[in-house]
Structure formats: structure tokens, C-alpha cells
């Protein structure tokens, strides 16, 4: 698997193994009630600096004319680098310094209005942990590798950072007042996880998961097969997604200021009207699509070759 069970909001139920806070505190004695812990850096050892070295180098190698300006941007400006796992004090200090943002360190997956609750408060939650040297593509949880290097940089961008904070109210209000978790989660999947963006020189990518997965950062940007379609929020909130393969479509706004605008409403009425009408399965493609690429298909699912 290149990139499963990223962080989805609302995906929590399909994942067995989401530990209650006391199950943590067998293994997280200090875990606090919003499921933060202290990175304690120093306790890294070796073999996991250096995975994070591999996968740093890894990705070095592929992103530039693939990743978007903003991404490789905030990259260099929080100075993250091969050398190893940051310390998320002092890279929060960086960040907030930038954009108000800091990075806390949960054990793993963390409960969705624990999720949203960082999120609206300008804190991102990232895996403590760093997957095996062994499993460098495979991740069944999203680990420190993911969510610093791949979400991060971004959130150094001012308006991506406003979109955050904004989608995890949005969040708390789809959880306890809209009961439309599975549509907000969608948004979130192909924008912050799997957006494209266009540019002047051609697509770009700006979503973290693809991002922090060196196969799927070539497959997005360049495979024939997956479909590449305009963004349209209703669209993407009617669109189901695969969390245990390459993306069949990604969505690509043209600015991170027309995403801000078309997210930043109340969308109450939205949601009452996605209730009707139908849900679209990951490939399909409709009429109304403003298509950049139509896919070919041709991709052999499970084969993870970009
Ligand atoms: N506008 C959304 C709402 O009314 C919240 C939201 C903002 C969601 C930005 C995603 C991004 O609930
Ligand atoms: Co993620």
C-alpha cells in the first residue's frame, strides 16, 4: 500500500485498531485528555533518524517540477531538512512564527472532534512514531514522516493555514450539528491529502499524501490513468474515495485563494442537499466535469508502479 489510512476524518470506524486515551496510557503514561504527548526527541534512536533521512532524500529527488511552489517553499523556510526527525518545539516556533501554527505529537490516530479541536485551534497532530525501514511505502496509520513532511510545509502558507483552522470548525459543525462528517471528510481527502493545483508550468501538487509517497508523487502528476477534474465542491463532496491505493481522480483547484473562497460559507444548505442525489465512485466522470486529463484506466490496481 502506498498510502493508506492517511488521516481521514471520519474514516476512524474503518480503522480497528483506534485505541481508547486509556488504552494509551498503558504505553502513554503522560497523555493528556486531547490526546497530546511529549515528543521527548531525544528518546529517537538511530535507525529511525535515518528513515527519515531515506525518505527525506527520497522525496528530494522527485518533488521539484512536481510539487507545488508553496509546498517546496514552506519546506525550505522551515529549514526541514534530511538530517532526521525534527524537534517539534523548535519547528513549531518556526511556524508559528509564519503563520500562528504548531505541531503537537498524538500517539497515532486521534478521535474526530479531538481532530477538529487542534485543528481550529491552530495545532496540527502528528504521529509520534516513524514507520519501519522495512515498510518505507507502506503506512497503515499516518506516521511523523507523513504528517510533518507532508503537511507542514504547507501549513507555512498563509491561506492554506486559514483553510485548515477553517475546516476544523467546520469539522465540529459537521460532527454535532450536520451529521455530514463523510461529505466534509471527502473535501478534505482531495484537497489537503490528494489536491492538484495549476499552474503556469502545468500541474503541480500541493496534497500531503501524495507529497510524502514517492511512487504516487510521479503517478499523480504524470500516469495517463487517473482522471485529473476541475474542482467543484459539491462535486468532490458527492465523491467517495480509496484510502488502500493510488487516487483513480484527483481535483485541481487554480488557486489557493478561489479553494479559501469556495470553502469559506456556510454550508448548511450544502449539506441538506447532498443528502439527495448521488454519490460517485472514485473514477467516474460526469458531463458537467471540467476535465484537465481524462484518465485511461490503465493503471493495474494494487500494483503500486507508477
Ligand atoms: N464553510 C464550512 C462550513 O460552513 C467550513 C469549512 C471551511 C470547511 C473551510 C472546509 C474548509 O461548515
Ligand atoms: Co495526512
Not at 20 to 43: G, K, M, N, V, Y
Not at 46 to 67: M, N, S
Not at 250 to 267: G, H, M, R
Request: charged content about 25%; hydrophobic content about 40%; overall charge negative.
Amino acid at each position: 500500500m502506498a498510502q493508506a489510512m492517511l488521516y481521514s476524518p471520519g474514516s476512524a470506524f474503518s480503522i480497528p485498531a483506534m485505541p481508547s486515551l486509556e488504552q494509551l496510557r498503558i504505553t502513554h503514561p503522560d497523555i493528556r485528555a486531547d490526546f497530546t504527548i511529549d515528543q521527548h526527541w531525544e528518546r529517537y534512536g538511530a535507525a529511525e533518524h535515518g528513515v527519515w533521512k531515506t525518505l527525506f532524500e527520497r522525496q528530494a529527488k522527485v518533488l521539484p517540477g512536481r510539487a507545488c511552489d508553496e509546498y517546496l517553499s514552506g519546506l525550505a523556510r522551515l529549514k526541514l531538512g534530511a538530517e532526521g526527525i525534527p524537534d517539534l518545539e523548535r519547528l513549531s516556533d518556526e511556524l508559528q512564527k509564519l503563520t500562528g501554527w504548531r505541531v503537537v505529537s498524538v500517539p497515532g490516530l486521534v478521535p474526530d472532534e479531538v481532530f477538529f479541536d487542534h485543528l481550529a485551534n491552530r495545532r496540527f497532530p502528528a504521529g509520534h512514531f516513524i514507520r519501519h525501514a522495512d515498510q518505507l511505502d507502506y503506512l497503515e496509520e499516518p506516521d511523523i514522516f507523513h504528517d510533518v513532511f507532508g503537511h507542514v510545509p504547507m501549513l507555512a502558507h498563509p491561506v492554506l493555514a486559514d483553510y485548515m483552522q477553517a475546516y476544523g470548525k467546520g469539522g465540529q459543525r459537521a460532527l454535532t450539528e450536520f451529521h455530514a462528517l463523510k461529505n466534509l471528510a471527502r473535501l478534505y481527502w482531495y484537497t489537503v491529502e490528494f489536491g492538484l493545483i495549476a499552474g503556469k508550468d502545468g500541474l503541480r501538487i500541493y496534497g500531503s499524501g501524495i507529497v510524502s509517497s514517492r511512487a504516487e508523487t510521479i503517478y499523480a502528476v504524470e500516469s495517463p490513468s487517473p482522471n485529473r477534474i476541475g474542482f467543484d465542491l459539491e462535486r468532490v463532496m458527492r465523491t467517495e474515495y480509496r484510502i488502500d491505493d493510488f487516487q483513480e481522480s484527483y481535483f485541481v483547484i487554480d488557486s489557493f485563494d478561489e479553494l479559501f473562497q469556495e470553502t469559506y460559507k456556510d454550508f448548511a444548505a450544502l449539506y441538506t442537499k447532498l443528502q439527495g442525489g448521488p454519490a460517485y465512485k472514485p473514477g467516474d466522470i460526469l458531463p458537467s466535469d471540467r476535465l484537465h486529463h481524462r484518465g485511461t484506466h490503465t493503471y493495474v490496481g494494487g500494483s503500486h508502479a507508477a
